[in-house]
């Protein structure tokens, strides 16, 4: 039985799912409650933050380890020189507490935006996507499919992870095709990239060998 695999290329919006996540349970929680929950919210928060970090910015492993050791760096200080200078009432007097106050129309409101380009996102996925199978690679777009084809005989891939932070929410990373010497595919958001990679392995190898047979017969 021939193998099929179908690759996609999602948008960069897919990696804002966990705060959509949040947006709902936060809206839930609102509609429970009634009342803000500043632990949620400090959550959400951060959530938010992390997500944004990550659409925004590509972080390889070196930009990671860098990344950590400002934080450590940063939050030291906080700590140990801010903190004091700010909390000495003789130097300062106020009020440190903190309130959001995130109301379910917050969240209702952040939950539909995000949902809409969620919906996008996957949509486009829906309609623009490769396929290999039958010896040849398949690109399929659009309602009405139109196609592109080339052959696997010299095709040749590589695989990337550019950005740690979209590769631990989603093992999503980039791939390369190859297929010609002039053309160069680039889906810079696959997702389970190195299950990808196996299967694509697994297929141009039965490609080779079938080659190779055809030659030796």
């Not at 009020?95 to 959001?100: G, M, R, Y």
């Amino acid at each position: 039985m021939t193998e099929k695999l179908i690759i996609r290329n999602y948008s960069k919006a897919i990696f804002l799912l966990p705060t959509l996540l949040m947006s709902i349970v936060g809206w839930i929680i609102q509609a429970i409650i009634h009342e803000p929950f500043l632990i949620f919210e400090l959550i959400w928060l951060i959530i938010f933050l992390t997500n944004l970090f990550v659409v925004c910015f590509d972080f390889s492993s070196s930009k990671f380890i860098i990344l950590i050791f400002v934080i450590l760096i940063f939050s030291t200080l906080v700590y140990f020189v801010l903190f004091p200078v700010i909390l000495n009432p003789i130097l300062f007097i106020g009020d440190f507490s903190l309130k959001l106050g995130f109301t379910s129309h917050f969240y209702i409101f952040l939950t539909g935006i995000l949902f809409f380009f969620m919906i996008i996102a996957i949509g486009n996925s829906i309609f623009d996507y490769y396929i290999i199978e039958r010896n040849e690679l398949y690109h399929r777009k659009g309602l009405f499919n139109m196609t592109e084809r080339w052959t696997l005989t010299n095709l040749r891939f590589k695989k990337e992870i550019p950005d740690i932070f979209e590769f631990l929410m989603f093992r999503a990373g980039t791939l390369s095709f190859y297929p010609t010497k002039t053309e160069v595919i680039i889906l810079p958001t696959v997702l389970k990239i190195n299950k990808k990679e196996k299967q694509l392995d697994r297929i141009l190898s039965k490609v080779q060998v079938d080659i190779s047979d055809s030659g030796n017969g």
